[in-house]
């Protein structure tokens, strides 16, 4: 069977890792943040926001230099289409998802840091948008999460079917 080029394949479980942290982190921040003000956890989150918008864009690119393995003869042309629509959201989600936190830090007037290094605020402090860009990163990152569970099910159905579609990526 045919594998994703060995980049790919590290890059992938290593942002599958930082998005699991980050998706804590956020959650485990806005439970806690009337009663324990888990600032250090924002710094983190941040920092890490920023390594996997980095990464994105990493991948994009090397996915665009490497060849991508053909779809297994038994993945009919139906379930083809849907799992590159899956990974053309997925894609699109890890680049909007960071780019919405990011705006958020900054119309709150907070900066970016990219594990201790200041990042520019590239949208302005804006309490009017404050609503807005809380909102729009939260349903994003729900969003983001949902498309990523529709390309477990799938894997999860191959799976169950004696396919051996993971080992494509492993």
């Known amino acids: 069977m045919n594998k994703y080029h060995g980049f790919l394949r590290t890059i992938h479980w290593l942002m599958f890792v930082l998005f699991a942290i980050i ?23 941040k920092s890490t926001g920023v390594l996997v918008f980095l990464l994105v864009l990493l ?4 996915r665009k230099k490497t060849t991508i393995p053909p779809h297994p003869e038994y ?6 289409n849907i799992a590159q629509s899956v990974v053309y959201l997925l894609y699109l989600f890890m680049v909007l ?8 830090s900054n119309v709150y007037g907070h900066h970016v840091s990219f594990y201790g290094l200041q990042l520019p605020m590239l949208f302005s402090e804006n309490p009017e948008w404050e609503g807005i860009t809380s909102a729009l990163h939260y349903y ?31």
């Open 140 to 170: 994003l990152t729900y969003s983001f999460l949902g498309i990523f569970l529709l390309h477990i099910m799938g894997v999860i159905k191959h799976h169950v079917d004696n396919k051996d579609i993971l080992s494509r990526i492993t």
């Open 75 to 80: 993945v009919t042309p139906i379930q083809h």
């Open 97 to 104: 998802v960071p780019i919405s936190g990011y705006a958020l």
């Open 23 to 45: 998706f804590v982190l956020g959650v485990v921040m806005i439970e806690f943040k009337e009663c324990c003000e888990p600032w250090g956890m924002y710094s983190f989150h």
């Open 59 to 62: 991948r994009i690119v090397a």
